[in-house]
């Protein structure tokens, strides 16, 4: 990815757009008992499109902006959504673009590891209550719901940075047509 | 060329996984008061305005996922899916959705005007526009904060029963963590056999609160009401008032409650679905809306 002004700018837009989206509409949806954790699939495509550096800077602002808005402990999903972008951008790195069936898996297993890290905050900054089993299976189903929600989403994202993408760059300049020859 | 990209990642990564780790470690050990709370109070209170015009635009979107989910849900019950059926396509229509939050308004109304609040006590309603993505923080943010009169430890009614207490607030919102919260513990009292104990949560099953700390030879049934006890020991007193309908007794062994001196309750407010509740203020000089 080719961070110009520009794409910073619509990467900002894209993360505070997501954060209150996340905030007022999607963490209210019940689906199959849970809620889509939208925020952590762009963070996992941003990484996924622009490397490790990119998803862990946009991961770290998108969760310190959620921090932020729900008044919740500063720099839990900040380290949260930072660990996922790391991860995907790495992948990309070290794998190369997964093709649809990674990015399945990439959205369901890393939806289950944000789950995990903020588990692992949650427990680290001590917890007095009973915990359900059931955080399991509200870990689980997300994760479902994650890996089938990674391919729109990966869409949804590269649409929005899709000019600074060096491989669609290449795509479009393979793909256009040749220009006529003037005569004359 | 490599190597310095190498190196660059890391550090990055290492005042990144810093940054955030001293975020968290400063935000435990500073006050409500402290500079991380500030920023946090200023960002929040910037974008409240923006969470709750889009909260309210997003609403269709918001009903139309629920409309499928909990249609789903339903399949196994006949009668309560064509009740839910029946509700979901009323919440599909716009004016049926002004009808249903009138109704709620009213519930809050009937709950707060029914002889629990105390003197003194000056309710504020205040509509729900944030919610936590994760079972560990059961939180939501409202639209009421400080320059309302609200504050921290007021508490906190759903149009069903007690939804939980502020715990944090800026001028224009507050956090309010519900009694499903990991931190939450509220002191109640089982009606009509008068045990008393301490509600806490079963985190991740918002559907299920335990009745901890009960007297044993506690004659307790299922179906019996549980309600904040609101107890007053000299200069020490519990910050809900008592007679706030909590939840009904769901589960209540003899073993449980002799090996645990536990039983179990399902709460009457519905805190994964409300779109308004009350705050019970007992401060004056806030503005009112």
């Known amino acids: 990815m080719i961070l110009t002004p520009g794409t910073l700018a619509r990467l900002a837009a894209l993360g505070a757009a997501v954060a209150i989206a996340q905030v007022v509409c999607f963490s209210k949806m019940d689906v199959f008992g849970t809620s889509p954790d939208i925020a952590l699939l762009v963070v996992m495509s941003v990484g996924i499109l622009g490397g490790s550096l990119t998803g862990a800077v946009t991961g770290f602002s998108i969760g310190l902006l959620l921090d932020c808005l729900l008044l919740e402990t500063m720099g839990a999903f900040a380290l949260t959504l930072l660990t996922i972008g790391y991860v995907a951008g790495r992948y990309r790195e070290t794998v190369g673009r997964p093709p649809r069936p990674a990015v399945v898996l990439l959205g369901g297993s890393l939806t289950l590891l944000g789950a995990l890290v903020i588990a692992a905050i949650q427990v680290g900054t001590g917890i007095d209550a009973n915990v359900s089993f059931l955080v399991v299976r509200d870990a689980l189903v997300k994760s479902l719901i994650g890996a089938l929600l990674a391919i729109p989403v990966l869409w949804t994202v590269r649409l929005v940075v899709r000019s600074a993408l060096v491989d669609e760059r290449r795509g479009a300049r393979r793909t256009s047509a040749p220009r006529p020859v003037e005569s004359g | ?289």
């Open chain 2, 1 to 289: 060329m490599y190597r310095k990209q190498v190196r660059r990642r890391r550090a990055v990564l290492l005042l990144l996984v810093a940054a955030s780790l001293t975020l968290l470690s400063l935000y435990y050990r500073e006050s409500s008061g402290g500079p991380v709370h500030g920023v946090q109070d200023v960002v929040s209170t910037v974008f409240s305005p923006i969470e709750s015009g889009a909260d309210r635009a997003l609403k269709p979107v918001r009903d139309l996922v629920n409309w499928f989910g909990e249609t789903f849900d339903a399949r196994g019950d006949k009668a309560k899916l064509e009740d839910q059926v029946a509700t979901l396509r009323d919440q599909l229509a716009r004016s049926q959705t002004q009808q249903q939050e009138a109704k709620e308004l009213a519930g809050l109304n009937e709950i707060t005007s029914g002889g629990i609040v105390p003197d003194g006590t000056d309710p504020v309603t205040a509509r729900v526009i944030g919610r936590s993505p994760t079972v560990w923080y059961s939180t939501v943010t409202i639209d009421r904060g400080s320059g309302d009169g609200v504050r921290i430890d007021d508490p906190v009614v759903a149009a069903q029963g007690l939804a939980g207490k502020v715990t944090q607030t800026t001028p224009n919102s507050a956090q309010v963590t519900l009694i499903t919260d990991a931190d939450s513990a509220v002191t109640a009292r089982v009606t009509p056999s008068g045990a008393t104990g301490v509600v806490q949560p079963n985190v991740g099953n918002p559907n299920d609160l335990q009745l901890d700390f009960l007297e044993r030879g506690s004659d307790i049934a299922e179906g019996q009401m549980v309600v904040t006890a609101g107890f007053s020991t000299g200069d020490l007193g519990s910050i809900f008032p008592p007679g706030i309908p909590i939840g009904k007794i769901t589960r209540a062994t003899v073993e449980e409650q002799q090996a645990y001196q536990r039983v179990h309750l399902e709460p009457f407010a519905d805190l994964r679905d409300m779109d308004f509740v009350k705050v019970l203020t007992t401060h004056t000089g806030g503005r009112k809306r």
